[in-house]
T-cell receptor, first 113, second 116 residues
Framework: AQSVTQPDIHITVSEGASLELRCNYS??????LFWYVQSPGQGLQLLLK??????LVQGIKGFEAEFKRSQSSFNLRKPSVHWSDAAEYFC???????????FGAGTRLFVKA | GAVVSQHPSRVICKSGTSVKIECRSL??????MFWYRQFPKKSLMLMAT?????????EQGVEKDKFLINHASLTLSTLTVTSAHPEDSSFYIC????????????FGDGTRLSIL
């Protein structure tokens, strides 16, 4: 069965510092992978997606993610974090057979001044 | 970009009442809509998958008679929490996707349901 693991429940970074949020997946074939961000009391916003091709994908708000098949990972990165990036981040994989999206448990990002 | 509107954003009601939550895709036809429940500081838990014109597919452990889902058109799905009780209090989020399975889901802003 497909699964998504986000090892870090929460991460704190200083404003202006770089960020990497980890995501590992378990899926038999090449997965469709997504990163979403959720601000408190809000729905989810798509940051970026990977279907195929270039393994480094660019998203909105300066985020990027790299698909590494050998490590079954899809880590999210940002070179310089802004205070407005503080939110919950969810990695997700789509079950291409049944449309279901499997979400990781989420990583809460705190940004300190 | 694709927009999904969810209404109401917040509802407070007495125990025993039924509450209807609407999810609308504003600028695209949503063949499939999903309903999630999110507990505090937790990830999204898929409740059901709703396909236009057919019965919803519920996840294991979700009471279909408790959480009624209707997807009568390509732009509207509704979730009705029947005879709500305090334990039904939660954050409910809908999402919608277009025809192809590789399309990302577009999420509504969620509904905070509080049952007194």
């Amino acid at each position: 069965a497909q699964s998504v693991t986000q090892p870090d429940i929460h991460i704190t970074v200083s404003e202006g510092a770089s960020l990497e949020l980890r995501c590992n997946y378990s899926y038999g074939a090449t997965p469709y992978l997504f990163w979403y961000v959720q601000s408190p009391g809000q729905g989810l916003q798509l940051l970026l997606k990977y279907f195929s091709g270039d393994t480094l994908v660019q998203g909105i708000k300066g985020f990027e993610a790299e698909f590494k098949r050998s490590q079954s990972s899809f880590n999210l990165r940002k070179p310089s974090v802004h205070w407005s990036d503080a939110a919950e981040y969810f990695c997700a994989v789509v079950d291409t057979g049944g449309f279901k999206t499997i979400f990781g448990a989420g990583t809460r990002l705190f940004v300190k001044a | 970009g694709a927009v999904v509107s969810q209404h109401p954003s917040r509802v407070i009601c007495k125990s025993g009442t039924s509450v209807k939550i609407e999810c609308r895709s504003l600028d695209f036809q949503a063949t499939t809509m999903f309903w999630y429940r999110q507990f505090p500081k937790k990830s999204l838990m898929l409740m059901a998958t709703s396909n236009e014109g057919s019965k919803a597919t519920y996840e294991q452990g979700v009471e279909k008679d408790k959480f009624l889902i209707n997807h009568a058109s390509l732009t509207l799905s509704t979730l009705t929490v029947t005879s709500a009780h305090p334990e039904d209090s939660s954050f409910y989020i809908c999402s919608a996707t277009q025809t192809n399975s590789n399309q990302p889901q577009h999420f509504g802003d969620g509904t905070r349901l509080s049952i007194l």
